[in-house]
């Protein structure tokens, strides 16, 4: 069992810089998948990016490409989500979440964090 608690949230510019950190409780967590996965209001979930057990394979969604960073501290039992050059259209809650069941790029995932707001004001 892994337990996440995403922090880091909060309300920016568009252009400003945010970091999200996520941080696990269990043994499991070095040999499990992470990845951060966002919701904006009204829409489904959708893939941010993701980041292999090992840390040496990230994976972004094209619409973060070039402008989020995605790494992981096994010692520290930590993900982390660097944001740059923010947009209107980042704004949405994001849920950091273990444990993949499905394609790197997908949201199966089996633990997932109570999610943190981001909100970038144009």
């Known amino acids: 069992q892994v337990q996440l608690v995403e922090s880091g949230g909060g309300l920016v510019q568009a252009g400003d810089s945010l970091r999200l950190s996520c941080a696990a409780s269990?043994?499991?967590?070095?040999?499990?998948?992470m990845a951060w996965i966002r919701q904006a209001p009204g829409k489904g979930r959708e893939f941010v990016a993701a980041i292999s057990s090992r840390g040496d394979r990230p994976y972004y969604a094209d619409s973060v490409k070039g402008r989020f960073t995605i790494s992981r501290d096994n010692a520290e039992n930590t993900v982390y989500l660097q944001m740059h050059s923010l947009k209107p259209e980042d704004t949405a809650v994001y849920y950091c979440?273990?444990?993949?069941?499905?394609?790197?790029?997908?949201?199966?995932?089996?633990?997932w964090g109570q999610g943190t707001q981001v909100t970038v004001s144009s």
């Open positions: 269990g043994r499991t967590f070095g040999s499990i998948t």
């Open positions: 979440a273990g444990g993949r069941r499905g394609s790197y790029t997908g949201i199966e995932y089996t633990y």
